[in-house]
């Protein structure tokens, strides 16, 4: 296992290179002369960054987790308070990010099969990333509506993630349509969590 390293220009160059090749040919069609030949590096250097192909996986698998919770919280904050518009936001995204990026849909769906050497390294965290947009989600929506009650905040956050993943699985509408209508959900169930219970 190679030792993390902290990020630097010509690693984050490496990396961005594999995942352009893994999106075009598949990570079982990605060698490291190609990624080195894409990133403007020598084939020893992309070695000496991350040790094997494998090492190059689990950068490039830990860098589409960072980026995707990162953008569900940018999505989520740029709404203020308006729960709805920020819910969907976010909502939107993941669907669009799930349909276009095939290593994201990898993550969130976990799914397996076929011989890419690379879903390993993605679907391990499935249950990292759903955890951490979870989190995301229940962060952003107790910093924006005060008394909740903190167990059906969380359940309806942990809701909504899991139908958004199930909505990636088995699509059955377009993006835009399935969007509003979990965002309408999830202001329901947010607005729940603040009503005191009877």
Known sequence: MVEHR???PVRDGIVDAARALTVARGWDGVRMGA?????GVSRQTVYNEFGSKAGLAEALAR??????????????????????????????????????????KAILTSARGGSDELLPYLTTRADLVLTEASGALLEWADGILPGTDPVALAFAADSIVRLVVSHIVLPQAPVDQTARALADLALHLFLQATTPAR
Not at 35 to 39: K, L, N
Not at 63 to 88: I, K, N, S
């Open 6 to 8: 902290d990020s630097s």
């Open 35 to 39: 990624v080195a030949t894409a990133a």
């Open 63 to 104: 860098r589409e987790v960072d980026r995707f919770v990162g953008d569900v919280r940018a999505a989520l904050g740029e709404h203020g308070a308006d729960v709805r518009a920020g819910a969907y936001a976010a909502i939107r995204h993941t669907l669009t990010a799930a349909a276009d990026n095939p290593l994201i």
